[in-house]
């Protein structure tokens, strides 16, 4: 059984998955975070399909790019449910799991950086990177003969489609993958 997870935008998504076959996905929303409504999400999905959590074989997240405070939030519920019940995790980016969900031999997933830039990449249809993740103006990003795949579609189960197909590793081995700077580092803030 897999857990995945992705809490990097606006609007989440928790997946619950049998191997590669999708159980349920559910859509999360919180204006004000994801912190204080992911684990009983997680718990409500787990109790709708009688799945304990000691069942878990494989957690999957999400590691961004996307919101700094998502990023955050996605890795550390990831990395403390993996590290507490000894069990793998999988990170995989938003753009590789959006660009799974495309079709041709180039794929080009763009989401919304805000500040008018998108995160954006493309990938071959086995998702390697053909070119690596950015933020840029839109008009900038050099998408060739990609097909632009906007985001859209909830991401948890085709995080955890592709976790499985993977495998995980050490909760420890896995980290964030920032595009951006943060706001402190642009504006020189020091801790």
Known sequence: MILAMDVCNEVG????????????????????????ILFGAIEELL???????????????????????GVRIGLTAAKGLAFASEK???????????????????????????????????????LGVVVPPMVCPIEAFPIGAATRIDA????????????????????????ATYVRPSDAELLNFSS
Do not use: K, M, W
């Not at 109790?47 to 405070?69: N, R």
């Not at 499985?164 to 896995?174: D, M, S, T």
């Open 152 to 175: 859209g579609p909830l991401l948890a189960a085709a995080v955890g489609r592709l976790a499985a197909q993977r495998g995980g590793v050490h909760p420890a081995a896995v980290d």
């Open 13 to 36: 998504s928790i997946a619950l998955l049998d191997g590669a076959r999708l159980l349920e996905e559910r859509r999360l929303e919180s204006p004000d975070g994801f912190g204080h």
């Open 47 to 69: 109790a709708a399909h009688g799945v304990p959590l000691s069942a878990i074989d494989l957690y999957a997240v999400a590691t961004g790019p996307g919101s700094f405070t």
């Open 88 to 126: 793998p995790l999988a990170g995989v980016t938003n753009l590789e799991a959006l660009a799974s969900l495309g079709i041709g031999p180039l794929r080009a997933p763009v989401f919304d950086a805000r500040r008018g830039d998108v995160y954006a990449a493309v990938y071959d249809d086995a």
